[in-house]
């Protein structure tokens, strides 16, 4: 009968920020979309990476713990990525973020659910054909030894590999939104703005 507390909103005291995670291969373009939308929504941008390499820069011993773990190719787990983003969410007086990068898996996100208590409101997926990821990062870094060919369809295969469960978990949910991300930047954009738009909003509550 008292379960009703534990409803959509939990019993965190104080308002939850809004989360939304932002999910694409390599070479979809989702930074520069990140960027429109912090310009014209007012959203913080969280990357998982930029915050790990922070950390590392800052000489702190979690820093040094992260880069030790980095250089013996071990994986950070989960837990300290989280510890950074939330941080960050609760340093920053914004209420709404932009979680670029992650969850990388489902790990990751089961653990991010259970350490923050916060679910995302969507997650926006910036879906892009192999073909075009390629033709974009061979085409921007001409010479650039990490992007020949292999290098690009292994990173792309392993982003499938580990992201794609993320998506259909949430898929099942009603929470993704799917943008087409192999069509020019403006036209992606204009995309964005029909999710973000309060008229959009207004539709799907």
Excluded: W
Aim: hydrophobic share 35%.
């Amino acid at each position: 009968m008292g379960s009703i507390v534990n409803g959509a909103n939990g019993t965190a005291t104080g308002k939850k920020p809004t989360v939304i995670f932002v999910l694409g291969g390599p070479g979809s373009g989702k930074g520069t979309q990140c960027a429109y939308i912090v310009e014209h929504y007012g959203y913080t941008h969280l990357s998982a990476g930029d915050l790990l390499r922070a950390e590392i820069k800052s000489g702190s011993e979690n820093g040094t713990m992260i880069q030790n773990m980095i250089k013996e190719g071990k994986i950070v787990p989960s837990e300290v990525t989280i510890k950074l983003l939330q941080k960050a969410i609760q340093e920053n007086g914004n209420d709404k973020f932009l979680i670029d990068g992650f969850p990388r898996n489902e790990e990751n996100r089961a653990a991010f659910e259970k350490v923050t208590e916060i679910e995302p409101k969507f997650v926006l997926f910036f879906d892009c054909p192999e073909e075009e990821m390629e033709k974009r990062l061979l085409g921007r870094n001409q010479g650039r030894e990490d992007d020949n060919i292999e290098t690009i369809r292994k990173r792309f295969k392993v982003f499938l590999e580990s992201s794609l469960p993320v998506i259909q978990y949430y898929e099942a949910k009603g929470k993704v939104r799917k943008i087409n991300a192999a069509k020019p930047i403006e036209a992606v954009f204009e995309e964005v703005k029909t999710i973000f738009s309060p008229e959009a909003e207004k539709v799907e509550a």
